[in-house]
C-alpha cells in the first residue's frame, strides 16, 4: 500500500526548520508551507488559507512568538508538535486553547530519544542521592551561542527530573553559551571522596530533528496535550 505524505506546515525557518524541510520527504512528509519572521509577523501567516489542508505543524521558531502561533493554529483544528524552548510559563493558555478546539499538541524541550533516556536516568540517580547526604548535586549544560534560553529547556527538565525523584538540597545550575555545540548536559553528584557524572552529548541536531517528525506523525489524530518526555517510548 502506498503511504499518502502527511501535509507538513513548519513554523521557525532556522536552523531546525531548514533541517526537518530537508529530511521531511524521506519520512513521510510534504512540507507545504514555511512560516518565519518575514511571513509570520505578530501571527500573520496563520489562515485558514495557509493552513488549508495541511495535517500537522511542526515549529522550532522563538519562544516569543509560540504562545499566539500555537493558539492561532488550534483555531483552525490543526495538531501541533513544539520544539521551541523557554515558553512554557504560557502552558495554561496554550492548553486551553488546544482544549477548546479539541485539536492536540505534544511538546517537548527535547525530541531526542537519548536525551528522554538521560531523564529517566538521572531520576534514578538523583533518587538514589537524595539519601546520601555527603553528596551535592550539581547541572551543567553548554550550547553554540546563538542560543537563546539559558538554562536550557532541558536542564530545566532535568531539575524536574532530580526534584521530582525527591532530591531536595541545592542543585548549582551552570549554562554556558559559546560556539557552535548543539548540546551537552551532565548531572552529577559530588562528595569530599567521589564525583558520579552522567552526560549526554548531542552529536547534531538529527536526533532532535528525527524525534520531532516522530512526535508530529503520532500526534495526528490525537486530542489534547502531551509532553514528548511523558509519551517518547510510545511514539513509534
Ligand atoms: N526540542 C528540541 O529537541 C530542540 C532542539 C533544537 C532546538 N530547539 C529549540 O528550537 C528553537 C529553534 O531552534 P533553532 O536552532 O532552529 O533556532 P533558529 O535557527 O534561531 O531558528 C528560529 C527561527 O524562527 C524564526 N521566527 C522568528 N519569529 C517567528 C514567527 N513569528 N513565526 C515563525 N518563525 C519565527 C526566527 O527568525 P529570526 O532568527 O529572524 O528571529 C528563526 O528563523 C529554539 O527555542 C531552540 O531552543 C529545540
Redesign the pocket.
Known amino acids: 500500500m502506498i503511504e499518502v505524505p502527511l501535509k507538513l506546515a513548519l513554523?521557525?525557518?532556522?536552523?531546525?526548520?531548514?533541517?526537518i524541510d530537508n529530511i521531511a520527504p524521506e519520512h513521510g512528509f510534504e512540507v507545504v508551507l514555511r512560516?518565519?519572521?518575514?511571513n509570520?509577523?505578530?501571527?500573520e501567516?496563520i489562515t485558514e488559507e495557509s493552513l488549508a489542508g495541511v495535517d500537522v505543524a511542526v515549529?522550532?521558531?522563538?519562544?516569543?512568538?509560540v504562545p499566539?502561533?500555537v493558539v492561532r493554529i488550534s483555531g483552525l483544528g490543526v495538531p501541533q508538535a513544539?520544539?521551541?524552548?523557554?515558553?512554557l510559563e504560557h502552558l495554561p493558555r496554550v492548553r486551553g486553547a488546544v482544549e477548546a478546539n479539541n485539536t492536540a499538541l505534544v511538546?517537548?524541550?527535547?525530541?531526542?530519544i537519548g536525551?528522554n533516556a538521560f531523564y529517566r536516568i538521572v531520576r534514578e540517580a538523583a533518587r538514589t542521592f537524595s539519601a546520601q547526604q555527603g553528596y551535592d548535586g550539581f547541572l551543567y549544560e553548554a550550547?553554540?551561542k546563538?542560543?537563546?534560553?539559558a538554562p536550557?529547556?532541558?536542564a530545566l527538565r532535568l531539575l524536574d527530573a532530580v526534584r521530582g525523584a525527591g532530591y531536595d538540597r541545592p542543585v548549582d545550575v551552570c549554562a554556558q553559551r559559546a560556539g557552535y555545540s548543539?548540546?551537552v548536559h551532565e548531572v552529577g553528584f559530588d562528595s569530599e571522596a567521589d564525583t558520579i557524572s552522567l552526560r549526554h552529548t548531542a552529536r547534531s541536531?538529527m536526533?532532535?530533528?528525527l524525534?520531532?517528525m516522530k512526535a508530529a506523525r503520532w500526534i495526528v489524530g490525537q486530542r489534547g496535550v502531551y509532553d514528548?518526555a511523558k509519551i517518547w517510548d510510545r511514539v513509534k
Do not use: C
Open positions: 513554523v521557525g525557518y532556522g536552523r531546525m526548520g531548514r533541517l512560516l518565519d519572521e518575514f509570520n509577523q505578530d501571527g501567516g515549529d522550532f521558531s522563538i519562544p516569543e512568538a499566539d502561533n513544539v520544539g521551541t524552548t523557554g515558553w511538546y517537548g524541550a527535547n525530541y531526542s536525551v550550547h553554540h546563538f542560543k537563546k534560553d536550557s529547556g532541558t548543539p548540546g541536531r536526533g532532535f530533528a524525534g520531532a514528548f
